[in-house]
């Protein structure tokens, strides 16, 4: 009785939230691959140290730009804060500003607003489909293990069983962003502690010669404050690390998880997060197929009652 009520509040809380759920976990599959493209795109040595300050010497002489990030796949700094539309886009191999349009960036940056407030800034519904999901993870566990076979409902429970950890890991952390919770430092701040008094904001420009001093210039990511903290992020050993900049010098970050396994840096967390989509992709098309065929048969089995009923009368 209690498994057959169980069954029942799993499949209408996932009817009710199916297409949040699924605009949600679709985006952040395709957010996945965002830092495996990043990390993978890093050539160590490509670019200088002379070409990153020159162009914010020469496109932000008034040092009014609020920080810059770099796609290290086309080679383009994007300077915040500096140009017309607030932004102006250089080239790292030619110096010279550029008109860039990536079909790549424009698809991570749509994905990107779609995954955290879907639309008209819906931002409760996502955390509200996170909730659902570990909802339906916990009811799936009360609801006890039973034996697979090769059918939509074998793959649900295979899925559900066999990916456990990642289907639970991802809502889990998203729900850890939503609510500003970090482990191993704040989640504005990768790493940073609560209690440490905040450093004077520096010059973008200052910033980035302690940076290229430091680290490879072709290694930084991007650069700005986050948290009242100069932060810089820097690509080294496959994975994506987070550097605080002052001016006696450069401290990494330990890494904030909740926000380094959902969000992703570097190529294994990207992998990872890529599993976790797909899988819950998975449960979501093989539990409401489920739900279909069954609603389907009941159908079926009322209509050729009532036809029964006909015939006799």
């Not at 289907?167 to 209690?195: C, E, M, Y």
């Not at 450093?199 to 490879?216: N, R, T």
């Not at 080294?236 to 006696?248: D, L, M, N």
Request: charged content about 15%.
């Amino acid at each position: 009785m209690l498994k057959a009520q169980l069954l029942r509040l799993h499949r209408w809380v996932a009817l009710v939230f199916a297409l949040p759920v699924l605009v949600v976990v679709a985006t952040g599959l395709i957010l996945s691959f965002e830092p495996i493209v990043e990390a993978s795109s890093v050539t160590p040595g490509s670019v200088s140290a002379e070409k990153l300050t020159g162009a914010l010497a020469k496109f932000d002489p008034q040092g009014r730009a609020r920080g810059f990030s770099v796609d290290p796949r086309l080679g383009i700094m994007t300077l915040q804060g500096v140009g017309e539309d607030g932004s102006t886009d250089v080239s790292l191999v030619s110096g010279e500003e550029v008109d860039v349009e990536s079909a790549l960036s424009d698809l991570f940056s749509t994905a990107r607003s779609l995954h955290q407030r879907l639309i008209f800034r819906m931002r409760w519904l996502v955390t509200a489909s996170a909730f659902a999901m570990l909802v339906l993870a916990t009811i799936g566990v009360f609801m006890g293990f039973s034996r697979l076979r090769n059918n939509f409902s074998g793959w649900h429970k295979a899925v559900a069983w066999g990916l456990f950890p990642l289907v639970v890991l991802s809502p889990l952390t998203g729900l850890f962003l939503a609510f500003n919770v970090g482990i191993g430092g704040p989640a504005g701040v990768p790493g940073s502690g609560r209690g440490q008094a905040r450093a004077p904001q520096m010059p973008i420009a200052e910033a980035a010669q302690l940076a290229v001093a430091a680290v490879d210039p072709a290694t930084i990511l991007s650069l700005g404050v986050r948290g009242g903290r100069m932060i810089a992020r820097v690509a080294e050993h496959g994975e994506v690390a987070s550097y605080i900049v002052s001016k006696s010098g450069m401290v990494r970050q330990p890494a904030n998880w909740p926000r380094t396994l959902h969000v992703g840096a570097g190529l294994w967390t990207g992998l990872l997060n890529v599993v976790a989509s797909f899988a819950i992709l998975v449960l979501l098309c093989t539990g409401v197929t489920i739900w279909a065929r069954r609603e389907w048969r009941i159908r079926n089995r009322r209509r050729a009652t009532v036809s029964k009923a006909a015939a006799v009368a």
